[in-house]
């Protein structure tokens, strides 16, 4: 483990957490009120900042995991970048469905998924003079409450067998990748 980086928690799972429920209370809270045509062009807009503070806040984490054990920061980097690709794709759809050019699409898509590694300098420079050893709970707070609030409602909608034994395959599948890269990595 590098200096400046603790693998204590110090009550970031739940200050994580609640800062995600709070920031998306204040999201339903803000949401548009105009006509359905005027909040679509902001929404690409939305998606490019949304993303890129995604991104930032997410290289940060993985950074985090880094500076703990190398081995669990290329698991965490595999994990976020097996999400990032499908995640960056379908952004793009939308904003080329919101009338941007490819181009201009494809350039500031790019430019929203480079502030990850900026997150990740960020950290890296404040672990020199900080413990950011509370990023990592913190992160994990985040995941928690996005997997608590968004993903097991969604999945818990479709009530047909065989899309609900898919779900569980999947999610299966994703436990069994993390444990066979947690010894093959020999974390």
């Not at 890296?124 to 409602?153: E, H, R």
């Amino acid at each position: 483990m590098q200096p400046g980086c603790s693998s204590k928690p110090r009550g970031s799972v739940p200050l994580g957490f609640a800062l995600f429920f709070a920031l998306e209370q204040f999201l339903h809270w803000h949401h548009c009120h105009r006509a359905s045509a005027d909040c679509k062009k902001p929404l690409t807009h939305l998606i490019l900042l949304g993303d890129g503070l995604h991104n930032f806040l997410g290289g940060l984490g993985v950074a985090g995991v880094f500076l703990i054990d190398v081995r669990l920061g290329i698991t965490a980097w595999l994990a976020a970048a097996a999400h990032e690709v499908p995640q960056e794709l379908g952004d793009f759809g939308v904003l080329i469905h919101g009338g941007w050019k490819r181009t201009s699409a494809l350039l500031f898509n790019f430019l929203s998924g480079a502030t990850f590694l900026l997150g990740a300098l960020v950290t890296y420079a404040a672990s020199k003079t900080i413990d950011v050893g509370f990023l990592v709970p913190f992160a994990a707070g985040n995941f928690l409450y996005i997997g608590a609030s968004d993903l097991v409602p969604e999945v818990n909608k479709h009530r047909s067998v065989p899309t609900s034994v898919v779900h569980f395959v999947a999610f299966t599948a994703g436990l069994a990748l993390l444990w066979w890269l947690r010894r093959a990595l020999g974390a």
